[in-house]
């Protein structure tokens, strides 16, 4: 609606209360007036939000101020080298909202950015809204490929709000990494941090709204309504999803939601960005996976049972690849792996409880049904692990039988159990009788050549799936390799979360003990252990590919320098039975590497979706004749059951594999979508520096030093409050005096987080210097004070202009419905003599003065900016249809952009309709409630697509009235 005479627009600067506020909306009130949103400028305000009504201001207050550019005051700079005008230009620079879809800061993060870990940030950038499923495989570095975006969004003024929601044990490790590389500060809020909020803030407030930016567990969050309570009434800018497989909807029904798909599903309406992460994002089910979709846009996906990536290809909503993919990308960053299968010959024990299990005679039924063969396999499994954990097995099947009431019905499988417990007892008796064991000490002293003295990053991770396995290789490596109880630890799911997390700092430690790491699979998902780590040996071989990748990726991964060493341990035996079975888990070894180096998803051999289900298969074979041929044929069936694709025949798999994003790689590879901008210094650490230097000629009090790459300075008290909402873990502390450490300097970035490793603390001490850091933005606010509210620079630049010339440089910004930027021109309005004599942008007019890498001398004097001040009003008139004609250039865009939506949604449209009739055509429900729900399902389709229409609109619509500063006069003249 628009306000009466115009007085006010969206972008324009007031002044109210004596605090300066950026207009972001203006509504006409019920009662009369104008109601302003406004979000605050000046520093007593700054990023604070408030409502005004104009007509209260002027009864009760001083009114509103609205600061027009023409009565800009022109101030004369006397600092040396033009200092501050340069600060204050420059934080005007690096304060512009980029409008285009390039990349402007994220690929400058601290890490060895790839091409392909800018595509999601690619995508997301094209869309009105972004939010995108990264679903690229284990170890390429989803988490970093989420902070390049959060990072961008962040510049771009769309991240001041994030909430990210992630498993228990990653919590620390997202924290850490996205402050570590990001400078990105998320506030831990586990049950007891939200205990401790909940105590800080009135019982009616909202604890979601105390801190800007958090992480937290979805499995903490879903146990309380209350806290859904509050999640509705709480809005982010951004809300990331970890492992969002996690949180899809499982069943077949869309009635059907667990407690995290519900959470889920809530929280993708409160936020306009969502970024969701799985390496596993699909259960073999349409279903499953069209709800993740359809949390990312409600719009997208019709028929949940049947769909194409046609359905929603230009949403951009997905993008995964695997190392094969990126293979050239990576080959200096991802060093290869070198897998092993080492074999030991079965002692005579072993043979002989071989031969036992196989003879092994049982005849008892559960429920009905003869289990014999499956508890067999069961068996089969566990003595494949170790005899103790086979020994496990069969004296809880001894005893289970024996305690029934007709004990006496089972007595001859007790016999036979007992029989062969007693060739298990021939192995454990004496440790030379149990051949994978040794293969193991042989493996760990020959083959890998490790040493418990040897070099802090070569730790060794030995996996197991059997708890009594892992507990006999603690206790037997402790003995055999001489290790005390800090130099061998343990994890299995038992553990309590911050044990395992506890676990997982000291191995990743640098000056911490630890050797090695025997653990079960509950380390297989999402933990980091490559860092002090390159060698694995898996014990037992998973009966799950799914499995494999998930092990392997906890040291195969981006970030791991050396080149990985993984063995596998295998048992030669005699029996035909044993041999074959041990052919399969050949196969399965064989089929990893094959889904690595040229397959991509594991589920285009198993067709199965979770480990469970592909250890289902594999049992299957064992124990039957020919099980790894059988195995293998059923593999390459379902390889050219994915190759050759129908899609009438539904299959995930084939779906997802269907997908190809190489043109979009292209374009990064060329440079064609990464920006870096105009500076007035040669980087953000000659910025930092520069701007502290002036604010110690204002406040001798501050106190900082700095050298060539790191800068230290003691926190000011307002600094300091900025920092008490931030995590406790990166604030500067009391005992060294509110100091903090900062550098732009990669290299000793990722030395620092390597050496952290080594703290009990495990934080840097040093953070990244960038745009996106605390204090940078800090620094940016107290520059822009360099001159006085409504004030600007001039600056007089004698031998680099004419003397008879004056540039007048100038921003107009021009916001959408929703008070984002769209088009921020700077243009630089060009006077010889006092004659208007034309209008170039702000980035040619560099380009060709070169200004910003000049050597600018001030030269002082008596000056009197009265005649460029004569000047600025028919600046900004003229400036006025230069930026109007660049609004309508974007405007232009956007209108396409709008009828191209407008268009694919009716279409989307139609497709919902159509398939409520459809569902209801074939509906067995009376026919008077078929009609209501069908009514009411249609209702629901149209106001959900009314809703994204109108949200799409706002988003794509300019205001057609433009808020113009004048940034700064450059002249020739030396006054």
């Known amino acids: 609606m628009a306000v009466e005479s115009q007085k006010f627009a969206p972008g324009m600067r007031i002044v109210v209360r004596d605090a300066e506020w950026m207009v972001r909306k203006a509504d006409n009130a019920q009662g009369g007036g104008v109601l302003l949103s406004c979000v605050g400028i000046s520093e007593l305000v700054r990023d604070k939000e408030a409502q005004f009504l104009d007509t209260l201001e002027n009864q009760y207050g001083r009114g509103i101020q609205v600061l027009d550019p023409k009565k800009t005051k022109l101030v004369e700079d006397d600092s040396p080298g033009f200092l501050n005008s340069r600060l204050y230009v420059e934080s005007m620079i690096r304060a512009r909202v980029p409008v285009d879809e390039n990349i402007h800061l994220g690929d400058k993060a601290a890490m060895d950015s790839m091409n392909f870990q800018l595509l999601p940030t690619k995508m997301a950038l094209k869309q009105p809204r972004p939010r995108i499923l990264i679903a690229d495989a284990v170890g390429l570095g989803k988490t970093l490929e989420a902070g390049i975006l959060v990072s961008e969004l962040m510049r771009r003024g769309k991240g001041k709000r994030i ?90 029904s869309q009635q059907t939601h667990s407690a995290r798909s519900k959470l889920a599903k809530l929280l993708s309406t409160r936020s306009d960005a969502l970024i969701m992460l799985s390496a596993t994002p699909h259960d073999g089910k349409a279903e499953s996976f069209a709800s993740l979709m359809n949390m990312l846009d409600a719009t997208a996906i019709a028929n949940p049972n049947h769909y194409t990536h046609e359905d929603f290809k230009d949403k951009n909503l997905i993008v995964r690849r695997f190392q094969k993919d990126v293979r050239e990308e990576i080959a200096g960053e991802f060093p290869p792996r070198v897998i092993k299968s080492l074999s030991k010959s079965a002692t005579a024990e072993e043979e002989a409880a071989f031969e036992r299990l196989i003879d092994l005679k049982l005849e008892c039924s559960d429920n009905g049904r003869k289990s014999s063969h499956l508890f067999k396999v069961s068996l089969e499994k566990a003595l494949f692990s170790s005899p103790m954990a086979c020994l496990s097995v069969v004296q809880n099947r001894i005893n289970n039988l024996s305690n029934r009431r007709n004990a006496s019905e089972f007595i001859e499988d007790i016999n036979e159990l007992e029989s062969f417990k007693l060739s298990l007892e021939n192995i454990i008796r004496t440790q030379s009788a149990f ?223 269907d997908m190809d994003f190489n043109e979009d790689e292209g374009d990064l590879a060329q440079g064609q979508d990464t920006v870096s901008g105009i500076s007035f210094f040669k980087d953000d650490h000659d910025y930092a520096k520069a701007c502290l230097t002036f604010l110690k000629s204002k406040d001798s009090k501050l106190s900082f030093t700095a050298d060539q790459q790191r800068i230290s300075l003691h926190a000011p008290d307002d600094l300091r409050r900025r920092f008490a909402f931030l995590p406790k873990e990166v604030r500067p502390a009391k005992d060294t005096q509110y100091q903090l450490h900062l550098s732009q300097d990669k290299s000793l970035i990722n030395k620092e987080i390597k050496r952290a490793q080594s703290d009990s603390v495990a934080w840097p001490k040093v953070s990244y210097l960038w745009p996106v850091h605390p204090v940078a933005h800090w620094l940016n606010d107290k520059v822009q004070n360099a ?49 208007l004599i034309g209008i170039e942008r702000f980035e040619d007019f560099i380009a060709r003065t070169r200004l910003n890498e000049a ?121």
């Open 435 to 657: 051949s994978k064991y040794n293969n193991l000490l042989e493996t760990i002293k020959g083959d890998l050549s490790w040493k418990k003295n040897g070099p802090s990053d070569d730790r060794l991770v030995i996996f197991t799936e059997s708890i009594k396995t892992l507990d006999y290789l603690f206790e037997s490596l402790k003995q055999d390799l001489k290790l005390n109880e800090k130099q061998i630890k343990k994890m299995h799911g038992s553990m309590s979360d911050v044990d395992i997390m506890q676990t997982v700092e000291e191995f990743g430690q640098e000056g911490a003990p630890v050797r090695v790491l025997v653990c079960s699979d509950v380390a297989s998902e999402g933990i980091n252990l490559h860092h002090q780590s390159h060698k694995m040996i898996h014990f037992d071989v998973p009966w799950s590919l799914m499995t494999f990748q998930q092990r392997n990726g906890r040291i195969n991964r981006y970030g791991q320098t050396k080149q990985p060493q993984i063995r596998y341990l295998l048992t030669d035996s005699d029996n035909p039975q044993i041999k074959g079975d041990m052919r399969t888990l050949e196969l399965l070894i064989e089929k990893d590497q094959q889904t690595v180096e040229n397959i991509g998803d594991s589920a285009e051999f198993t067709k199965s979706y979770n480990s469970e289900e592909e250890e289902g298969q594999v049992g299957s074979v064992m124990l039957t004749a020919g099980g790894a041929d059988t195995l293998n044929t059923q593999f390459e069936q379902n390889r050219q059951q994915t190759e050759a694709y129908d899609e009438d025949e539904f299959d995930m798999t084939a779906f997802l594999a």
């Open 855 to 975: 050597d600018l001398s001030n030269q002082g004097g008596q000056r009197d900016a009265s005649y460029q001040q004569s000047l600025l009003p028919t600046a900004i008139d003229a400036a006025k249809p230069h930026m109007e004609s660049r609004r309508q250039e974007v405007a232009k865009i956007l209108s396409d952009k709008l009828h191209a939506q407008t268009a694919g949604l009716e279409a989307l449209k139609g497709k919902h309709l159509e398939q409520i009739e459809f569902d209801f055509g074939e509906s067995k429900l009376h026919a008077t409630r078929a009609q209501n729900e069908r009514e009411t399902k249609t209702r629901q389709v149209n106001k959900l697509f009314e809703a994204h229409q109108a949200w799409i609109k706002e988003t794509l619509e300019t205001q057609d009235t433009p808020y113009i500063q004048l940034i700064a006069v450059l002249t020739g003249t030396r006054g």
């Open 163 to 252: 909430l990210v929601l992630t498993v228990k044990s990653m919590l620390t490790q997202f924290q850490k990494e996205f402050w570590s590389r990001f400078s990105i500060p998320l506030t831990r809020l586990d049950s007891t941090g939200l205990a401790q909020v909940r105590s800080k803030i009135p019982t009616n407030h909202n604890p979601f709204n105390y801190f800007d930016k958090s992480i937290v567990s979805i499995d903490t969050l879903k146990q309380s309504q209350e806290y859904s309570h509050y999640l509705e009434q709480a809005h982010w800018d951004i809300i990331i999803i970890d492992e969002a497989h996690n949180v899809a909807e499982r069943g077949g």
């Open 787 to 835: 001159f006085g509210r409504h004030e600007a620079p001039v600056i007089r630049v004698a031998g680099k202009l004419e003397s008879q010339e004056d540039y007048f440089i100038l921003s107009g910004m021009y916001p959408n419905r929703r008070s984002h930027p769209v088009a921020n021109p700077w243009i630089v309005v060009k006077f010889n003599n006092g004659l």
